[in-house]
């Protein structure tokens, strides 16, 4: 089982529309989890980390349940700049503040007018 | 404030040839990473430097790949000898801690 799991995608929706994105991931011990944001031949960027608690930024709230080993991704009032590949990460820590990215595959998001 | 510069953007080789990209962090970041990222993938993590030390090179193909961060600051990859399947993005991120990183605009490699 990969590390990370993702709804494969691609999403097209339209805009305005809600879409909610999937993740999965495989180890208990997982102590961080972020959406990152990889426009088309861009570099990836934290879009925002992910709460027990859940946590919202305008129109972007991600939520994380453990128990489940899940964590989602909703989009509300799509814009077409909205348009990217969303990646699920989940940090695997060595202690302190050190750890690396875990990444998933990416689900890609395409807002059409 | 400066991000994260790498080169070239964009290289070109023949399997069996040898290629090297440079990576310069953000000021004060002491931890640098390098990623793979194959089309349709997510990055993968190939090696971690904190300061010079290495930190994990776990899914670094030693036979192949190796990485330097001479000084705690600049660092390089090497692939030698290439192979079709190393055509991906490179990808140097560097940080102040794990939970945010900064990424580079990635050398996009072509193995023919």
């Known amino acids: 089982r990969k590390e990370v799991e993702q709804d494969p995608g691609p999403f097209n929706v339209p805009e305005g529309a809600t879409v909610a994105f999937n993740c999965t991931y495989s180890?208990?011990?997982?102590?961080?989890f972020f959406w990152y944001r990889q426009d088309c031949r861009k570099e990836p960027k934290l879009l925002m980390s992910v709460y027990s608690s859940g946590n919202e930024d305008g129109r972007f709230t991600a939520q994380l349940n453990r128990a489940s080993q899940y964590i989602s991704l909703l989009i509300r009032d799509s814009k077409l700049s909205d348009s990217a590949t969303y990646l699920c990460?989940?940090?695997?820590?060595?202690?302190?503040?050190?750890?690396?990215?875990?990444f998933g595959k990416g689900t890609k998001l395409s807002v059409k007018p | 404030e400066a991000g994260v510069a790498q080169s070239p953007r964009y290289k070109i080789i023949e399997k069996r040839q040898s290629v090297a990209f440079w990576c310069n962090p953000i000021s004060g970041h002491a931890t640098l990473y390098w990623y793979q990222q194959i089309l349709g993938q997510g990055p993968k993590l190939l090696i971690q430097?904190?300061?010079?030390?290495?930190?994990?090179d776990s899914q670094l193909p030693k036979d192949r790949f190796s990485a330097e961060r001479l000084k705690g600051v600049d660092s390089t990859l090497k692939i030698q000898p290439a192979k079709l399947e190393d055509s991906a993005v490179y990808l140097c991120a560097s940080s102040l801690s794990v939970y945010e990183q900064y990424f580079g605009p990635g050398t996009r490699l072509t193995v023919t």
């Open positions: 180890n208990s011990a997982s102590q961080s």
């Open positions: 990460v989940v940090i695997k820590n060595y202690g302190g503040s050190q750890g690396n990215l875990i």
């Open positions: 430097f904190q300061n010079n030390g290495v930190v994990d």
